[in-house]
C-alpha cells in the first residue's frame, strides 16, 4: 500500500470539510495517513483583512481577492452544512503556527492522540471557541486530547519552532503550496476534489486516472 | 422544470475540461440550461509570476516576495502537472492547452446567439476545437464572425456594438452575482465554480436522496 501524506492548516475551512473524508480513507484502507503542517502566509496571495463584528475595519484587499475569499467561505460552509459542522467566519487571518507545531508533537506520541488533537482543535476553532494562538489553550487541547505535554511549553519555543519554520520551506520548496494537499504514488493534489484520485492510487491505480470531483461520501 | 446556468471561458482549457462531465450530468438529469460566457478573472490554467506589494514594484520592498515567488513556482508545477494529466484524459496537446487566449470576440458572438434565444453550446465547442486542437486563435473579427456565421449569425460585424454592449452588460450582471471563475454553474441562485461540484449539482437535481457527496 503506498504511503499517504497530508497537509493541512488549522485556518483553513477547505483543510477543515477535507478532514473527515480524509479520515475515511484509513477506515476503507486499512492504512495510517501521515499528517503535517503547512502553515500558509494567506496576506501573501489574498491580502489581508480585519472585521470587527461584521463590519470590515482594516483591509488591503483588492476587489478581486474579496470575490475569492467570500466565495472560499460560501462554498466551503454549504458542504459543511451538510454535515452539520459548524463554520463560523473569521475575524482575521490567524497565526496558526503554534497550532502546527503542537500537530509535530501529538504526531510523535501516537495516531489516535494526534486524530483527537486534530478533531478537538478544528471543530472548536471553527467554532470561534479556540484561541489557536494561545499556548495555555493549546496545551489544554493537547492534555485533552490525551497527548502528554511535559517538555511542550519549552519544545515549540525552541526545537519545535525550528522544525516547523523548516518544514514550512522545504514543503514549499518541494511542492506543497496550500490544504489540504495529498502526496501519494509520487504525485501531489492539491484539494479535496483530488480524492477520488487518491483512491484509485490506494486501489492499485485501476484503469484510468479519476477526474476530480467532491464525490467522498461517509459510511457514518 | 429546474434552470442550470453554465459560464465557460472560451480562452482557456478550464472549460473545456469540464464538458464530458457537465454533459453527462444533462444526460442523466432533466434540467434547463443556458451556456453562457465568462472572462473568467482567475489566471487559468497558469498561474502568472508574482508582483512586488511596493509602489515602485521593487521585490526589496516587499517581506513577503520570496515567500510569494517561492509559493508561485510550486502552484506553477502543480498546475502544469494539472493540465498534463488533464491533457492525457481529454487527448490535448499541452502546448496549446496551456494558452490563455483574449477571448472576448467569441465571447461577444456568443452574445449574437443568445440573443437569437439560441444555444451557445455547439459554438462554444467549435471555438474550443479551433482553439485547443487545431491550434487557431480566433482573436480577430472576421475569423470570429467567419465562425460563427457558421451557426446563422449573419450580422455579426455590422452588430459588432450592439452585441459587445450585451457583452458588457452580461459582465456586470455576473460579476454583481460573484461570479469569477470558469467554469461555474448558478442553481437556484446558488453559484458552484469548477466541475468539481458536478456531484452535488448531481445530487441537487435528482432531489437531494442518499448520503449527499462530500
Known amino acids: 500500500m503506498p504511503e499517504l501524506k497530508v497537509f493541512i492548516d488549522f485556518k483553513s475551512p477547505y483543510a477543515y470539510i477535507a478532514k473527515d473524508p480524509t479520515y475515511q480513507l484509513e477506515a476503507d484502507f486499512g492504512i495510517k495517513i501521515d499528517w503535517y503542517p503547512l502553515t500558509l502566509n494567506i496576506g501573501s496571495y489574498l491580502g489581508t483583512a480585519k472585521k470587527s463584528g461584521a463590519k470590515v475595519v482594516e483591509s488591503n484587499r483588492s476587489s478581486n481577492q474579496w470575490l475569492s475569499v467570500k466565495y472560499a467561505y460560501r462554498d466551503a460552509r454549504r458542504y459543511a452544512n451538510l454535515r452539520g459542522l459548524t463554520l ?55 492534555e485533552e486530547a490525551g497527548v502528554e505535554t511535559k517538555g511542550f511549553e519549552q519544545w515549540q519555543a525552541a526545537e519545535g519552532r525550528i522544525e516547523h519554520d523548516e518544514l514550512q520551506i522545504e514543503l514549499l520548496e518541494s511542492g506543497v503550496y496550500g490544504v489540504p494537499t495529498y502526496r501519494i504514488g509520487g504525485q501531489t493534489y492539491f484539494g479535496r476534489e483530488h480524492l477520488p484520485r487518491v483512491r484509485w492510487h490506494l486501489e492499485g491505480e485501476p484503469g484510468l486516472l479519476p477526474d476530480i470531483a467532491n464525490d467522498s461520501v461517509l459510511s457514518q | 422544470m429546474k434552470q442550470l446556468d453554465i459560464y465557460l471561458d472560451l480562452g482557456n482549457v478550464t472549460g473545456f475540461a469540464a464538458l464530458p462531465g457537465t454533459l453527462k450530468l444533462l444526460e442523466a438529469t432533466a434540467v434547463s440550461v443556458r451556456w453562457l460566457p465568462i472572462s473568467s478573472i482567475i489566471p487559468r490554467p497558469l498561474s502568472r509570476p508574482p508582483r512586488p506589494n511596493t509602489d515602485k514594484n521593487d521585490p526589496a520592498g516587499d517581506p513577503l516576495f520570496e515567500y510569494k515567488q517561492k509559493r508561485y513556482l510550486a502552484k506553477r508545477q502543480f498546475e502544469l ?103 461555474c454553474y448558478v442553481l437556484e441562485a446558488e453559484t458552484f465554480q469548477g466541475r468539481q461540484h458536478l456531484p452535488l449539482i448531481q445530487w441537487r437535481l435528482e432531489g437531494e436522496v442518499g448520503p449527499p457527496p462530500l
Open chain 1, 88 to 142: 463560523k467566519g473569521t475575524q482575521k487571518i490567524w497565526d496558526s503556527s503554534l497550532a502546527g507545531i503542537a500537530l509535530l508533537w501529538a504526531k510523535r506520541q501516537g495516531h489516535d492522540p494526534l486524530k483527537q488533537y486534530l478533531d478537538i482543535t478544528y471543530e472548536r476553532f471553527w467554532k470561534r471557541e479556540l484561541d489557536i494562538e494561545d499556548l495555555a489553550v493549546v496545551l489544554a487541547v493537547l
Open chain 2, 81 to 183: 502537472d494539472e493540465l498534463n494529466r488533464d491533457c492525457q484524459r481529454l487527448g490535448l496537446d499541452p502546448s496549446l492547452a496551456a494558452r490563455n487566449v483574449d477571448a472576448s470576440l467569441t465571447h461577444i458572438a456568443c452574445m449574437a446567439l443568445l440573443q437569437r434565444q439560441r444555444s451557445a453550446l455547439p459554438f462554444m465547442q467549435a471555438v474550443y476545437e479551433s482553439r485547443l486542437i487545431k491550434g487557431e486563435s480566433l482573436t480577430d473579427q472576421e475569423s470570429v464572425s467567419a465562425l460563427v456565421k457558421k451557426f446563422d449569425v449573419e450580422d455579426f460585424l455590422e452588430g459588432f456594438e450592439r452585441y459587445q454592449g450585451l457583452w458588457v452588460r452580461h459582465i456586470e450582471h455576473y460579476l454583481e452575482l460573484g461570479i469569477h471563475d470558469t467554469p
